[in-house]
């Protein structure tokens, strides 16, 4: 086809308008690209910069050494152990992970079970992920799988921390456990410490593991690491290293625990002693107890039922959560109220015919033949209720009550330890607002025996001990350092109570022990200059109906042995020169006798820091205590169960 | 327009067509191959292989190709439109038939030492049939209707077949491709009014269809277009990609984290990294300077397409050229639109850049085709 060259011309002048309409739209759009571009790499740069690093960067926590926890002379009481265990890593495996597991199962103890579970992990986890096999394993089987390494592809050992405490059941309530971080103590955290969040990361579950936590669990240190799309670990950037948990010192006497425990026995008993020159607990123990190192590992459900179903409730710190009605004891309390107030003198006597009347009602005094004649000593001595009956009436129940708190019974000590109680000095307001009730003479009256509304923990009775043997508001005191630095005392100031009541109740605590009416004459000490001093006490808590006032003490069981009576017995010695005061409770014992023997031997246990003589007994009881001391079964705490490298 | 009109002394012979090359658009296109070597030496972590060395080997090839085209008289390529054109229409008929399935699509045919992408071929074929049917038509027929639905079933028919494969990102080229070409041409404005008004219509008529009884696309292809709309709302899922290239660009800054430091490529938060997304390792590790460079290399070498179009006077040359250069145009705008976030993710590669033979060895050779028209060009009267 032939064409004329305006034609031509035309066209061409055509194309080269449309090119350049073209041209233009198309720098039109390079601009939008490069404006684009400008945005994206120059104005957003930084908040893209910051998602690349986020991408790119992970945080790993580093997980801290926990504080470790010593007695007064340094025994370890938690430690942090070695925890050997084997880790597969899948991709380093090869192609035959089950004949790696195979291989291993021979060498180590793991079940199929382990097994099973192991490649079940693998298979939700990417193949650069080390799982754990086992753990908790020796370092025999440990060296085993290394000393194997080369038929065991992608098997290595690994060396991780676990909380463990080598004096086991002795301080399990004192020293409490960890356990693993549940959401609970998560959401019960104002601000949550990002190391909580690490797996397996375990924090203290209960007594001074949980209340001294932020002290003992240190910091977490970090490495920050690069990993790529899936999560592979590229290369480690840097790293801050974890501070240590400080470590804690208690006042607690570890080979006095571990006495006080054996010498519980399997009883539903508590005992605490004091250092009456500073406060210092040197043992609180409560009976029966558990391993708390079940519980760092998972205890089973059977372990954990049985703990559970036991009648003597092995699980409940009876020493400072139990609350007893304080019996006869608390009459050390209602002479104290009635001395200061002037309403009784050391020398009155009072007539006790086996009981008084009020109104219609007619209150027995444990002797229901009746004491006679009797002045404050001897009704201490030979604990005569009638004669406090009638002094309580004097003196009244309020200053009864605030005469307790200044002895610190119904007063919650402050101990890190868990559920301290604060037992009950009862008032008449108390009553109203509690009960909607009118305080009743009758109350009062049995507020005087430690009966009736009374109730007070075994730390407080050796607290209200303490008081009485140095006439000190004196403070019990758990922790002695943290991190090396003696925590603050402060010298106890005196107690609000008058010289001559201090010396009127004094005399007659030596007397029960010492005195020839003694209820607790059984329980003397021989030894000159180690006297002691006490008061027994008994409280029949199932005669009380209102269930309310049983609070603390044992429900749902109707077993013969929980209708007896508990026995108390509150002590300080030696009586010129007191150095140590304690009290003992053991449930259901029938009397106090049995309690005031043990708080005997307890004490010279203390006193002479080890096994006493037998001359420091009545002569015709050493044969008996010699085959105790035998069968009682001590630590040997002079070798200390730790091995050095727990303390890294 | 025929060889008879050609002033033969004028035309260059021998070695002297190697003075007549547009050195400078070799020089330019060379360039930027450089840059895609250098980036996939990157994105394979600092190393030739797997996919610098095979594409400067190709690279090599290609210029053998390009030169071989070049130095072919223009006229020789016009006669052979038709024949190109029949050509891979037959191979996209074949890759339909015994094509290899990848990455989820029927688009190559492995013919040995490359796999073989008819649409790419297709892509120049398009512009050289539509280029010599413009020539052949007189320009008062232009805008006749029977002539212009001519070559909108030329560009439909292959279209259609490689959006069976399915490959989206290429059946737009091809659309683009060959409506630049028709525009060129000078086919009234009106068509592309009326053909943009009804594309815009259908959109709006699908947006709206959304959760209606008569929905016109299946929910998963609205999310789809809910995940191009926002990518952050599906961040881990389909809209991965764009968010980890936004977040490969943006890190970048004004110079980059430098050759190499790259941390998103580096660590394979980048998905083809070394194909369609090997424009954010650009901007990752040279910054706004160095993508914002490649831009302007790629805009230098439309502009001297569109400055020899100006300087020939056949108008096959011109409309082949203008073709091309649209086509390149299209190839790197769509892509890095896309790599920025400007478009749904269609899947076309970075030209010249991008790890790939076919693509590669096509635009050389198209590049060849312009060469040859710009030597063998009418000169003097």
Partial sequence: ?648 | MSYLEYSVKTIPSGLKKVLYVNWALVILLSAVCGVGFLMLYSVAGGSMQPWAEPQVERFALGLVVMFGIAFTPIWFWRNMAGVAYLGSLGLLLLVELIGTVGMGAQRWIDIGFMRLQPSEVMKISLVMLLAAYYDWLPPKKVSRPFWVLVPVVLILVPTALVLKQPDLGTAILLLLGGGVVMFVAGVSIWYFVVVAGMGAGLVTLVMMSRGKPWQLLKDYQFKRIDIFLDPGSDPLGAGYHITQAKIALGSGGWTGRGYLQGTQSRLNFLPEKHTDFIFTTLGEEFGFLGAFSLLVLYVLVVAFCVSAAMQTKDRFSQLLILGVAATFFFYFAVNMAMVMGLAPVVGVPLPLVSYGGSAMLVLLAAFGLVQSAHIHKPRGR
Wanted: charged share 25%.
């Fill in chain 1, 1 to 648: 086809m032939k064409r004329t060259p305006r034609d031509t011309d035309g066209s061409h002048r055509k194309v080269s308008r449309r090119a350049l309409l073209m041209g233009g739209a198309q720098l039109a759009v390079v601009a939008g690209l490069g404006l684009r571009m400008r945005y994206m790499q120059v104005v957003e740069s930084g908040k893209y910069r910051m998602l690349a690093d986020e991408n790119r960067i992970n945080i790993r926590l580093i997980p801290p050494a926990r504080g470790l926890i010593f007695d007064r002379n340094g025994i370890l009481l938690a430690g942090n152990e070695q925890n050997y265990s084997v880790v597969i890593v899948r991709e380093d495996a090869g192609d035959n992970v089950h004949d790696v597991l195979a291989r291993l199962k021979d060498l180590i103890p793991i079940t199929d079970e382990d097994v099973e579970n192991t490649i079940k992990e693998m298979k939700r986890r990417s193949p650069f992920v080390p799982i754990t096999v086992a753990d908790r394993l020796s370092w025999e089987d440990l060296s085993r799988v290394a000393v194997n390494g080369p038929a065991l592809p992608g098997i290595s050992p690994s060396v991780g921390l676990s909380r463990h405490y080598p004096l086991d059941t002795d301080l399990a309530h004192v020293v409490g456990y960890v356990g693993p971080v549940s959401e609970r103590d998560l959401k019960s955290l104002d601000d949550p410490d990002p190391v909580l969040q690490i797996p397996d990361f375990q924090i203290g579950k209960t007594g001074v593991e949980q209340k001294l936590e932020d002290d003992l669990r240190g910091k977490a240190g970090t490495k920050r690491i690069e990993v790529n799309a899936v999560g592979r670990v590229m290369r480690e950037l840097d790293r801050v290293p974890p501070v240590t948990g400080r470590n804690v010192q208690l006042t607690i006497d570890a080979a006095l625990q571990d006495y006080l425990h054996a010498r519980l026995g399997g009883e539903a008993a508590s005992a605490v002693v004091m250092d009456v020159t500073n406060g210092d607990l040197l043992a609180i123990g409560s009976s029966p107890s558990f391993d708390p190192n079940l519980f760092v590992r998972g205890i089973s459900y059977k372990d954990y039922n049985a703990l559970m179903h036991n009648d003597h409730r092995p699980l409940v710190d009876k020493s400072v959560a139990g609350t007893y009605p304080p019996g006869s004891t608390f009459k050390i309390v209602t002479g104290s109220a009635a001395l200061h107030a002037g309403k009784l003198n050391t020398n009155e006597t009072i007539y006790c015919p086996g009981y008084i009347e009020l109104g219609n009602r007619r209150f027995h005094c444990w002797k229901h033949s009746g004491h006679g004649h009797l002045n404050l000593r001897g009704a201490l001595e030979q604990s005569c209720d009638v004669f406090f009956y009638e002094v309580a009436q004097r003196v009244g129940i309020d200053a009864m009550s605030a005469m307790a708190h200044e002895l610190g019974v119904g007063v919650r000590h402050d101990l890190p330890m868990s559920a301290i109680a604060e037992g009950l000095a009862p008032t008449k307001e108390w009553k109203r607002r509690v009960h909607k009730q009118d305080w009743l003479i009758g109350d009062t009256v049995n507020a005087a025996i430690g009966q009736g509304f009374v109730l007070a923990s075994p730390l407080q009775l050796a607290v209200m001990a303490a008081r009485m043997a140095t006439g000190t508001a004196l403070q019990p005191r758990l922790v002695r350092s943290v991190d090396s630095i003696d925590q603050p005392r402060t010298p106890a100031p005196p107690l609000g109570l008058h010289p001559f009541a201090l010396d009127g109740i004094r005399s007659g605590l030596f007397s029960v022990v010492n005195g020839s009416h003694g209820t607790a004459r059984t329980a003397r000490i021989e030894t000159d200059g180690m006297t002691m001093a006490g008061k027994t006490g008994s409280s029949q808590v199932w005669s009380i109906t209102a269930a309310d006032r049983a609070r603390g003490v044992i429900k749902n069981e109707d077993l013969p042995w929980n209708r007896r009576d508990h026995g108390l017995f509150v002590a300080y010695a030696p009586y010129d020169n007191p150095r140590y005061a304690l009290s003992v409770v053991i449930e259901h014992s029938g009397g106090s006798h049995p309690a005031a023997l043990m708080a005997r031997d307890i004490m010279l246990q203390t006193l002479y820091g080890g096994t006493p003589p037998l001359t420091a007994y009545p002569s015709f009881q050493r044969k008996d205590i010699e085959a105790q001391q035998n069968s009682l079964q001590l630590r040997d705490l002079a070798a200390p169960t730790t091995p050095a490298r727990a303390r890294t």
